[in-house]
C-alpha cells in the first residue's frame, strides 16, 4: 500500500538556525498538509497546499514558516529561525482528488530544537 | 471553529474486554468524522470513517464506531481487544469546505494481560 514517507526521522538543531522538514506524499494525491504535535498536546494543524499554492493555514503557520513542492514528488516545510517552542513532532499528509476523502499520514520527524 | 473533545485522557481494559472511546465534536450543518491510531513510533492511521450514510461505521481491526447527530458524537468501540491494540487513539473531525482536520486530544488505550 502506498505510503507518505518523510525524512529524517528525528532533526536536532540549534536555535535560531533554519531547518526543512521533507515529505514524498503518495503519488496521486493532490492536497497535502502539515500538522504538529507539542509532546502531550493535540495534533494541530499547520497548512493546506494544493495546486502549487497554500489553500489554508492557521495561526501558528506565521512568517517564520513556509512550503513548498520543488519537484513532482517532495513536498517541505521550512521553518527559518527556529525557536525553543517548534520542538514538536511534525507530520505530513496527503489526501486524493476528491474532496473529505481520508488524509493519510506519514510517521513524523521529531524536531528537537537546543 | 470545531472542536472535538476526547473525555478520557487514559483507558486500561483487560484483553478480550470490550472498550468503547469516547469522542464528542461541535456542531455543524455538514461534519465528517474520522478516528485514527497511533502506535508508538508510529504516523497516524486511519481507522474509520463517517463521510454520510449509514450511522455505525465499521473499520479496520475489529473496530466500529456509531455517529449520534443528536448527541454530537462519535465513540469508538470495539467487542474485545487484543494486547495489540494498545496505542493512543484520536477522534477528528472536518466540515463543510475546510479540509484541515481538528483533532481531539488523544486517548491512551492500554489492554492489560
Known amino acids: 500500500e502506498p505510503e507518505v514517507t518523510q525524512t529524517p526521522s528525528h532533526q536536532v538543531t540549534q536555535m535560531g538556525q533554519e531547518v526543512i522538514l521533507r515529505c514524498v506524499p503518495i503519488s496521486n494525491h493532490l492536497y497535502f498538509y502539515w500538522y504538529r504535535q507539542i509532546l502531550g498536546q493535540k495534533v494541530e494543524f499547520l497548512v493546506s497546499?494544493?495546486?502549487?499554492?497554500?489553500?489554508?493555514k492557521s495561526e501558528i503557520f506565521d512568517d517564520q514558516f513556509s512550503v513548498e513542492r520543488p519537484d513532482g514528488s517532495n513536498f517541505t516545510l521550512k521553518i527559518r529561525s527556529t525557536k525553543l517552542e517548534d520542538s514538536a513532532m511534525y507530520f505530513c499528509a496527503s489526501s486524493p482528488r476528491t474532496s473529505n476523502q481520508p488524509q493519510h499520514f506519514g510517521d513524523g520527524t521529531r524536531l528537537s530544537i537546543l | 471553529a470545531q472542536s472535538v473533545t476526547q473525555l478520557d485522557s487514559q483507558v486500561p481494559v483487560f484483553e478480550e474486554a470490550p472498550v468503547e472511546l469516547r469522542c464528542n465534536y461541535s456542531s455543524s450543518v455538514s461534519v465528517y468524522l474520522f478516528w485514527y491510531v497511533q502506535y508508538p513510533n508510529q504516523g497516524l492511521q486511519l481507522l474509520l470513517k463517517y463521510l454520510s450514510g449509514s450511522t455505525l461505521v465499521k473499520g479496520i481491526n475489529g473496530f466500529e464506531a456509531e455517529f449520534n447527530k443528536s448527541q454530537t458524537s462519535f465513540h469508538l468501540r470495539k467487542p474485545s481487544v487484543h494486547i495489540s491494540d494498545t496505542a493512543e487513539y484520536f477522534c477528528a473531525t472536518s466540515s463543510g469546505s475546510a479540509r484541515q482536520l481538528t483533532f481531539g486530544s488523544g486517548t491512551q488505550l492500554t489492554v492489560l494481560p
Open positions: 497546499f494544493y495546486n502549487n499554492e497554500i489553500s489554508e
